[in-house]
DNA sequence: TTGAAAGCGCTAACAT
DNA sequence: ATGTTAGCGCTTTCAA
């Protein structure tokens, strides 16, 4: 069934025309006789006549792909994140290369394949790189943004939200709402988001004159913040309230208290996210959380991308977007003055935008 | 920054060596020198020399690259998939194109550029097409493999799971639970995966004796199941068991029912899912559900894609795995003899394993 | 073991 | 508008 490719020499020679007429005649903008493109079309028609588009891309040098690098797809917020860029990548004409970062060193591993592909720009998806690496690649010329992580180097485009103010806002908020016993379940140690939301937090926490009470890691993933919280709540005089460094780990830690510890969210334990997936929404976990605005995101890092290839803006940018409270019924509303309370989270809420 | 593009010949030149003799220094299986590799490696290094696998696709007419066509992501079940099976990909040294089907005749658009790429195979993620595009894409000679989709086409290999045997234990479970008002929330219509697991559903339903209350479809996503259940519910005398098409719109179900119409799952409505998606045993919905053997779906669709590649095996086939009942809380246990229905579950079970 | 030469399928001058 | 020609950067005979 395999039948030999078949080239534009092939249907040049059926349609009765030159090699090049048949290269004119697949390119929108051409200069070809409508007839001539007719006849080759035709020709192209019978013979069941692809263009080879890697013959195509080394003589224009642009494969006209993009690599997305991605460390897992566990999250939500990634896999939406992954196709909201694909759609817009292929909508661009663009393909899509899907790289995964195996655990270990995961960037190392795949940089050198991605640069031999001839990838046009490069979109890391919450990929943790050090300065070395992002200078290794920054040097290489090829576009390159990074969402989600932070990283010490300005040759390279990075968006991301306003983590710091987020975690200060949860820190400040849970404090406002009575809770003396506050706890933080860490993301990944070491990665920027992590970093920063555990210091906004910690801060928004000390200018209020409250320590936070314990910290346990759950590594952004459900399987982890399960035994996190296991960890967290083991105590005679548990927490009361609790950070999550996301969503995903702020479900696992509701379901954990609600299901293995008997705790009521909010009653006995509010919990804040980050992130807002599609789930914080849905009623079974109501979560509040700090909305990154994913949409937005990925159009300013496709948009970063597309500028850079089409060298309409050379700059690398480092871009930091809002992030915004989403008020649900994982924390308690404020005993004494629900309604000034509101108004001072709507407060906190502009001052995190700026 | 952006350097102009470093070719063997410059390495050749700087390495004093042919440019031969530089592309064999970068084949693992060359004959060279080891003092010759030597010193195109560091000029190579030097240089910042990377191979340009495009050419090198060009020449030996394979690009090694796999296309992954995909429906939505919204479904923690293909992003699962997808993820496992790009790491597979990506171990075996392959890359993956990932493209998405508009939704409207999702596959036409895509197909021809996937051809174009020169991809040496496709895997499709829940992909609905007709006889006639199967027929087209085989008749490419390029391997193909659709998961989860039923094509009627030989040339097309397929893998999926027993969806029939999945739906008919659903209907037959629901009814020996004592249900007599058992609803149906459908997924794609004329999906064959929905197709499929309605059948069998009914058929258990009538095999003994009870008739589909209601149905409704929910296009196999949560934000519709939501308005399918509020229809199916809207009744005065409302159904008492759910089977869903698949997790996701049971989950929404189970939400949909617990907090809009304060209903109590499984007290007041058994419901059943299709999938076993991760979220599916989290506590907070503990679903009832017909396991599909994601991993061994992936390992078979890969191996298969894989040996055809390679032309160990030309053969298409058309492979069908077993589903697997998970009893868990969103099911109402047996009121009368607990025992004596596990085990009939258990028999139903090995008889829809065969 | 190495180098010279041919050419993968296409695009892009250039000439007609 | 069309054909001729020269490569894109590499792999792969074929001689040496």
Redesign the interface.
């Known amino acids: 069934?395999?039948?030999k490719?078949v080239t534009s020499r092939d249907v040049a020679k059926l349609a009765g025309v030159s090699q090049s007429a048949v290269s004119r005649s697949f390119s929108a903008d051409a200069k070809v006789a409508e007839k001539t493109r007719k006849k080759v079309l035709e020709a192209a028609r019978q013979l069941?006549y692809?263009?080879?588009?890697?013959?195509r891309?080394?003589i224009t040098?642009s494969?006209r792909?993009i690599a997305?690098v991605a460390y897992?797809?566990?999250n939500?917020f990634y896999?939406?994140m992954?196709?909201k860029a694909?759609?817009y990548f292929?909508q661009q004409g663009y393909?899509?290369?899907?790289?995964?970062a195996p655990s270990d060193n995961g960037f190392a591993t795949v940089i050198?394949?991605i640069?031999?592909?001839?990838v046009e720009g490069v979109l890391m998806l919450a990929i943790t790189m050090d300065s070395a690496q992002a200078e290794e690649v920054?040097?290489?010329?090829i576009p390159f943004v990074v969402i989600n992580r932070t990283v010490n180097f300005d040759?390279i485009s990075q968006v991301g939200s306003d983590n710091y103010s987020g975690g200060y806002w949860a820190g400040h908020y849970l404090s406002s709402l009575g809770h003396r016993r506050i706890a933080y379940l860490a993301g990944l140690p070491d990665s920027s988001t992590d970093l920063q939301r555990q210091a906004g937090f910690l801060k928004g926490l000390a200018d209020v004159g409250v320590d936070c009470y314990a910290m346990e890691v759950g590594n952004y993933c459900?399987a982890d913040a399960c035994h996190a919280t296991r960890r967290l709540f083991a105590n005679s005089t548990p927490p009361d309230a609790l950070f999550c460094a996301n969503d995903l780990m702020a479900?696992?830690a509701?379901?954990?208290l609600?299901?293995?510890f008997g705790l009521a969210v909010p009653d006995d334990v509010s919990v804040i996210g980050f992130d807002d997936i599609?789930?914080a929404d849905?009623?079974?976990?109501s979560l509040t959380t700090l909305k990154q605005p994913v949409e937005l995101m990925v159009l300013k890092a496709t948009e970063l991308l597309m500028a850079q290839i089409n060298q309409i803006d050379?700059n690398t940018e480092h871009i930091m977007l809002p992030v915004t409270p989403m008020l649900r019924n994982s924390t308690r509303r404020s005993a004494r003055h629900p309604k000034e309370n509101l108004e001072e989270v709507s407060d906190t809420h502009h001052s995190s935008v700026r």
């Open positions: 069934m395999k039948r490719s069941g692809r263009p080879n588009s890697i013959a891309s080394l040098r494969s792909t997305v897992s797809l566990e939500p896999s939406v992954l196709e694909s759609r292929q393909h899509l290369q899907l790289f995964f050198d394949d640069i031999r592909s001839q920054a040097d290489f010329g040759g459900y479900i696992a509701i379901d954990t609600r299901h293995e599609p789930m849905w009623p079974s976990h050379i």
